[in-house]
């Protein structure tokens, strides 16, 4: 499955509502889905939405809500990387 699948589109929430929340911010066991994507071999792209944060921020702390996102984004890779190829 894992070379069949070439993009993968994220988002957190509370398992209950289309929140679009930061990545470790809502219910997805990131540990958990980053460990089922090396187990097929994925390869592909990973995007997260998550434009609740930004539009909750009053404007002049948008760049470091974009920071943080930028952040949680490179954490991802981070676990990603870490785990062991299958």
Known sequence: LGSRLKVL???DSDGKTDQHTAPFY???DWDQLLAGLRDIGYA???TFEAHMLIRKVPISCQNVALQLLY???CELKRRFDALPVA
Do not use: W
């Open 44 to 46: 592909g792209e990973l």
């Open 9 to 11: 589109h994220v988002q």
């Open 26 to 28: 809502g219910n997805i």
């Open 71 to 73: 952040q949680l984004g």
